[in-house]
């Protein structure tokens, strides 16, 4: 079993910032690849960024593109995603997933076995 827990969502006004962080109980992490997701109200949920297990190899959705950065800090079991520039539509909560079997970075929910609780992020226009 694998625990994730997201923190750093907020409010915060368009063109603002924030910075999540998954922390996950194993310390298994460094070989599992890592991915943020996000749902919004009566959305599906749908891809963000992913990030592999030694952190060569990112993916991100193209409406997030040069504003998100995901990184990973394996000593710490802690996946990161910077958010800059954030619009209305980034509104969502925000979940990570651990991706356990072969720690390659993937944009299909499906291939994520472990799940966080999520954080709520709000964007004020």
């Known amino acids: 079993q694998v625990q994730l827990v997201e923190s750093g969502g907020g409010l915060v006004q368009s063109g603002g910032s924030l910075r999540l962080a998954c922390v996950a109980s194993?310390?298994?992490?460094?070989?599992?690849?890592m991915g943020w997701f996000r749902q919004a109200p009566g959305q599906e949920r749908e891809f963000v960024a992913a990030?592999?297990?030694?952190?060569?190899?990112?993916y991100y959705t193209e409406s997030v593109k040069g504003r998100f950065t995901i990184s990973r800090d394996n000593a710490k079991n802690t996946v990161y995603q910077q958010m800059n520039s954030l619009k209305a539509e980034d509104t969502a909560v925000y979940h990570c997933?651990?991706?356990?079997?072969?720690?390659?970075?993937?944009?299909?929910?499906?291939?994520?076995?472990?799940w966080g609780q999520g954080t709520q992020v709000t964007v004020s226009s």
């Open positions: 997933a651990a991706e356990c079997s072969k720690g390659v970075a993937s944009r299909d929910d499906d291939d994520y076995d472990y």
């Open positions: 194993r310390r298994a992490f460094s070989r599992f690849a």
């Open positions: 990030i592999s297990r030694i952190a060569i190899i990112t």
